[in-house]
């Protein structure tokens, strides 16, 4: 009897600690959001870097990212939230850590963990500086009203489940080689990271975590595929020809890229400036 108390002791002692593990919030940077001009100019590029309109921007056509739009995946039907900093329906009153714990880590203010439809692992590299920037433009936005359908998921699937799958996708993420020049860290910077390039240009395993060892191998998409953005599959393409395709979506033998494509262009690389194109070139290209 005592040694069966002392085993249930200890599982009891297990159980509460991988909670604890599962439910930790991680640590974040003690830092105050700016509400400089400076600072909101700077967070609207990001939000053009980041792509976040391809997915945010509000389907009641008012320009502003309140959110709505149905996206379609293997693991059902996410729909993307109102980040207007409306009290109730939209993200008002978020404060830094709130940012820094949602952009980089996945995580939402109550704790709980995001789907990875939200591409913050590809977020989780940006520096605290460019997500504070991101948090001013946001909260300077207009609040707009807009309540936002329930993600459709099968029953099996809950949040709490992507504290595994994230530690497996850390497990798996391999080193990046080191890049040459500081114009390759910037296009690193900007595809990895900021523009999520790898979300629909790197093949993903089953369980739905993108392979980093096939970094930009191209990847299935619908009934499709999506190129493979390497020095191998870009040989016939000059570093101009490639920001020439971010800026109008002309490939060079004159096609236009289409299909989930198109809003990567409209955007996000249409909006950067010809410097980050070019650095997105020469780090595709190197
Ligand atoms: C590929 C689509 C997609 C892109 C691109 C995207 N998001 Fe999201 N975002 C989502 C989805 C889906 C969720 C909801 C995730 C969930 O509920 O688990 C979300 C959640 C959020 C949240 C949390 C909102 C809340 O109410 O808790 C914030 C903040 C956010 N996104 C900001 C951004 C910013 C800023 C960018 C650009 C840098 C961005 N997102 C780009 C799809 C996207
Ligand atoms: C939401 C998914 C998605 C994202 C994110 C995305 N792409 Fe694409 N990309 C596509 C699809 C789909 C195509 C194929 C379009 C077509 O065939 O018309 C494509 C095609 C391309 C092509 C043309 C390749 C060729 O050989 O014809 C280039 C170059 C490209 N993408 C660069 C980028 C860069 C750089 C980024 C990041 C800033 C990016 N893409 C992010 C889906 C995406």
């Known amino acids: 009897m005592k040694i069966r108390g002392k085993l ?13 593990w599962i439910l930790a919030r991680p640590s974040v ?7 400089s ?5 700077q967070g609207e590029y990001l939000i053009s870097a980041g792509g976040c309109r391809s997915c945010h921007e509000g389907i009641d056509s008012s320009g502003s990212l309140s959110g709505g ?18 009290t109730s329906t939209g993200i008002g009153g978020w404060e830094a850590d709130d940012f820094l714990l949602a952009m980089k880590h996945g995580r939402s203010p109550d704790g709980s963990y995001y789907f990875p439809a939200f591409p913050y692992r590809a977020y989780a590299g940006m520096t605290d500086e460019d997500v504070m920037n991101i948090a001013a433009y946001l ?30 996708a850390d497990l798996l993420q391999p080193e990046y080689e080191p890049l040459a020049t500081p114009e390759q860290v910037r ?21 739905g975590i993108p392979d980093l060892r096939q970094e930009f191998a191209g990847a299935p998409l619908g009934d499709g595929h999506v190129e493979a953005l390497d020095s ?4 016939g393409w000059s570093e101009e020809d490639f920001a020439f395709l971010l800026f109008l979506g002309m490939k060079p033998d004159g096609e236009y890229v289409g299909g989930k494509m198109e809003p990567v262009i409209e955007h996000n690389t249409s909006r950067l400036t010809e410097e980050d194109r070019l650095a997105l070139a020469a780090f595709f290209k190197r």
């Open 8 to 20: 249930i002791a200890i599982l009891l002692v297990l159980v509460v600690l991988s909670c604890y």
């Open 37 to 41: 001009a400076a600072a909101v100019e």
């Open 29 to 35: 940077a003690r830092l105050v959001i700016p509400d």
């Open 139 to 168: 909260l300077a936005q207009p609040a707009v009203e807009s309540h936002v359908p329930g993600h459709d998921t099968p029953l099996w699937l809950s949040r709490w489940m992507m504290a595994g799958w994230n530690l497996l």
């Open 187 to 207: 296009g690193a910077y900007l595809a990895r990271h900021l523009g999520h390039c790898g979300e629909c240009h790197t093949p993903r395993n089953a369980l």
């Open 232 to 235: 191998e599959a870009l040989s």
């Open 69 to 86: 739009l149905a996206l379609e995946s293997e693991f059902g039907t996410f729909y993307a939230p109102n980040i207007t900093p409306h």
